[in-house]
């Protein structure tokens, strides 16, 4: 089993940057695909990125490639995701999630969630 925790949310201005991390436990976090999400407010939740175990493939959202990069550092059980550009449609709680498929976006295939950071950014 894999247990989550988000942290690095806040508020930021529009243009800002900020970089989320998530924490894993467990000896197997270097066996999964990570992926994180975000859902704003009445809305649904929604892919952003995702990294394959080793690192070596990423995907990403239409909305936020070319201003957010995805990364991973099995040794310390972290997976990062770095945002810049900002722009107050970003605005949401992201949460990563741990997949024992390949990377993915379809949200069915995440076997574990962490609890979710709020990113606002103001106009």
């Known amino acids: 089993q894999v247990q989550l925790v988000e942290s690095g949310g806040g508020l930021v201005q529009a243009g800002g940057s900020l970089r989320l991390s998530c924490a894993a436990s467990?000896?197997?976090?270097?066996?999964?695909?990570m992926g994180w999400f975000r859902q704003a407010p009445g809305k649904e939740r929604e892919f952003v990125a995702a990294i394959s175990w080793s690192g070596g493939s990423t995907y990403y959202a239409d909305s936020v490639k070319g201003r957010f990069t995805i990364s991973r550092d099995n040794a310390k059980n972290t997976v990062y995701l770095q945002m810049n550009s900002l722009k107050p449609e970003d605005t949401a709680v992201y949460y990563c999630a741990a997949t024992s498929y390949t990377p993915r976006p379809e949200i069915r295939e995440y076997d574990y969630w962490g609890q979710g950071t709020q990113v606002t950014v103001s106009s």
């Open positions: 467990g000896r197997t976090f270097s066996s999964y695909a």
